[in-house]
C-alpha cells in the first residue's frame, strides 16, 4: 500500500471513530462544507507556493492539500478504490 492508502485508512477509522484529540475527527464533527472550504483552501495555498515560495513550501503544502481532500473524499464515502477506477478508465 501506498503512503496514501495507509493515510486514508487511518482518516477513514478517526472518523468511525472520532477519537479527542483527532484533527480529522474535528473537520468530522464540523461537517462537509467546513471540509470542502479546507481543501479550496489548501488548494490556493499550494498554487501560492507553486508560484512563490520554495520547492519545500510547495511539497508541504501539496500534503496539506492531499490530507485534506482525502478527508473530503471520506466524508462524502468515497473510497480510493472508486478514484483509482476512475484514473484507470482514463489512461491513454
Ligand atoms: N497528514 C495529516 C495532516 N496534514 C495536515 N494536517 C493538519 O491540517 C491543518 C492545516 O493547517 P491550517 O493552518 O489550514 O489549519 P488550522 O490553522 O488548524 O485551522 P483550521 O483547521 O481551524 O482552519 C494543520 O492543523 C495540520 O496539522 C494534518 N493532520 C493530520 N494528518 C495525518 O492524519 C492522520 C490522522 O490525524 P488525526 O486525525 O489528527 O489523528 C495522522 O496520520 C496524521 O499524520
Known amino acids: 500500500m501506498s503512503e496514501i492508502d495507509d493515510l ?3 482518516i477513514k477509522q478517526r472518523i ?17 462544507g467546513f471540509a470542502a472550504r479546507k481543501v479550496g483552501e489548501e488548494a490556493v495555498e499550494t498554487v501560492v507556493a ?11 503544502e501539496a500534503c496539506d492539500l492531499i490530507y485534506h481532500l482525502l478527508v473530503l473524499l471520506a466524508i462524502r ?6 478514484i483509482y477506477v476512475e484514473l484507470r478508465r482514463r489512461r491513454k
Open 8 to 10: 486514508f485508512e487511518v
Open 16 to 32: 468511525s471513530e472520532m477519537p479527542e484529540g483527532s484533527y480529522t475527527a474535528e473537520i468530522a464533527r464540523k461537517g462537509i
Open 77 to 82: 464515502g468515497i473510497n480510493l478504490d472508486e
Open 50 to 60: 507553486s508560484l512563490n515560495e520554495s520547492k519545500e513550501r510547495t511539497v508541504s
